[in-house]
Nanobody, 115 residues
Framework: QVQLQESGGGLVQPGGSLRLSCAAS????????MGWYRQAPGKQRELVAEIPRGGGTNYADSVKGRFTISRDNAKTTVYLQMNSLSPEDTAVYYC?????????WGKGTLVTVSS
């Protein structure tokens, strides 16, 4: 069973930055797609950013130019650098990795953007 552990969430002021990390218990080469989702209170979970194994990245329109997804294959870790944060980015952020159609999820890390 693959385990994903997120870290890096917290309280940040508007305009600030955070970097989320997702450590996987298996080599990330084994996953087809790695990504970050978020769920704000009262809203559905939505895709924030993803990075396919073959390369390239995809971002939600709301975070383009502000967030960057990356991976460190040696550390089996996926990162989400979040800049210029706004209160609308407040949510629980979940790490997701997909292998042959099977989704693995972390437990989430809370990001709160508030002054």
């Amino acid at each position: 069973q693959v385990q994903l552990q997120e870290s890096g969430g917290g309280l940040v002021q508007p305009g600030g930055s955070l970097r989320l990390s997702c450590a996987a218990s298996a080599t990330i080469f084994s996953f087809d797609v790695m990504g970050w989702y978020r769920q704000a209170p009262g809203k559905q979970r939505e895709l924030v950013a993803e990075i396919p194994r073959g390369g390239g990245t995809n971002y939600a329109d709301s975070v383009k130019g502000r967030f960057t997804i990356s991976r460190d294959n040696a550390k089996t870790t996926v990162y989400l650098q979040m800049n210029s944060l706004s209160p609308e980015d407040t949510a629980v952020y979940y790490c997701n990795m997909n292998r042959v159609g099977v989704n693995f999820w972390g437990k989430g890390t809370l990001v709160t953007v508030s002054s």
